[in-house]
Nanobody, 115 residues
Framework: QVRLVESGGGLVQPGGSLRLSCAAS????????MGWYRQAPGKQRELVAS???????KYADSVKGRFTISRDNDKNTVYLQMNSLKPEDTAVYYC?????????WGKGTLVTVSS
């Protein structure tokens, strides 16, 4: 059974940093395109950042220059380094993996940015 397990969420003050991790039980993790999405209360889920199997990255305009996505294929893990956090970054962050017609979601980790 494929599992994506996020960790690293929590409460942080504006301007602070967090690093999210997503551990994937995918035997061919390195062939999957991975991404981080978020969903704030009352809003639709949106793509935050993605990284292809070739490590090409893409970011939402709202996080460019503040967030960095990376992957470690030896550890089957994708990361999201979040710096200069703002209250509007508050959301549940979800890990997503896709290859061909198969895609998988984690259950999410809550990030709250508040003073």
């Amino acid at each position: 059974q494929v599992r994506l397990v996020e960790s690293g969420g929590g409460l942080v003050q504006p301007g602070g940093s967090l690093r999210l991790s997503c551990a994937a039980s995918l035997s061919t993790f390195g062939t999957y395109d991975m991404g981080w999405y978020r969903q704030a209360p009352g809003k639709q889920r949106e793509l935050v950042a993605s990284i292809t199997s070739f490590s090409t990255t893409k970011y939402a305009d709202s996080v460019k220059g503040r967030f960095t996505i990376s992957r470690d294929n030896d550890k089957n893990t994708v990361y999201l380094q979040m710096n200069s956090l703002k209250p509007e970054d508050t959301a549940v962050y979800y890990c997503h993996g896709v290859r061909d017609l198969r895609d998988y979601w984690g259950k999410g980790t809550l990030v709250t940015v508040s003073s």
